[in-house]
T-cell receptor, first 113, second 108 residues
């Protein structure tokens, strides 16, 4: 049981480049989330999904897109990276949205130069 | 809107008790959580309490909930160097709202 995994662990992009972060979970969870963590800002929800084929905007969705084609995977895309998107990105999953534990991946550290 | 507030830093001597405080605004909260984040890792659930409880104890951890004041605290007894981490308070009703995290620093 791997839990929640994220790839890659680290990435450096130049401004304007694109990339996709992959999140995978093997717990058959319906809900999946993408957060970013910045110093002094805590966790901010970017996008989330309530099930396969669904996505919804979170608190800071601009500049990001997501897809949930398979229940176990949740992809986060940056179409044209900006330095403001330098952050640590965490994926999480849960059985229900509000009332239970969220399981977090180990994070992806992204630097945009 | 819903909000969760906690102080950003706490320094405690090894062996002393640590008390991390949190306030929240949503009176509909059904669960309140403490998550721990160690360096270079994701968040991990440490403990949680139902909103109809006022205390929960689990080994060195004691969670106190004052629902009237919307105040949650986490007490870590006999603080060890391995307790050095960021602790996030969170509350949920239909979605989970996280605080910004309290960085616990252990002094020798």
């Amino acid at each position: 049981n791997a839990g929640v995994t994220q790839t890659p662990k680290f990435r450096v992009l130049k401004t304007g480049q694109s990339m996709t972060l992959l999140c995978a979970q093997d717990m058959n969870h319906e809900y999946m989330y993408w957060y970013r963590q910045d110093p002094g800002m805590g966790l901010r929800l970017i996008h989330y999904s309530v099930g396969e084929g669904t996505t919804a905007k979170g608190e800071v969705p601009d500049g990001y897109n997501v897809s949930r084609l398979k229940k176990q995977n949740f992809l986060l895309g940056l179409e044209s990276a900006a330095p403001s998107q330098t952050s640590v990105y965490f994926c999480a999953s849960s059985y229900t949205r509000g009332a239970y534990e969220q399981y977090f991946g180990p994070g992806t550290r992204l630097t945009v130069t | 809107g819903e909000d969760v507030e906690q102080s950003l830093f706490l320094s405690v001597r090894e062996g002393d008790s640590s008390v991390i405080n949190c306030t929240y605004t949503d009176s509909s909260s059904t669960y309140l959580y403490w998550y721990k984040q160690e360096p270079g890792a994701g968040l991990q659930l440490l403990t949680y309490i139902f909103s109809n409880m006022d205390m929960k104890q689990d080994q060195r951890l004691t969670v106190l909930l004052n629902k009237k004041d919307k105040h949650l605290s986490l007490r870590i007894a006999d603080t060890q160097t391995g307790d050095s981490a960021i602790y996030f308070c969170a509350e949920s009703y239909d979605k989970i709202i996280f605080g910004k995290g309290t960085r616990l620093h252990i002094l020798p």
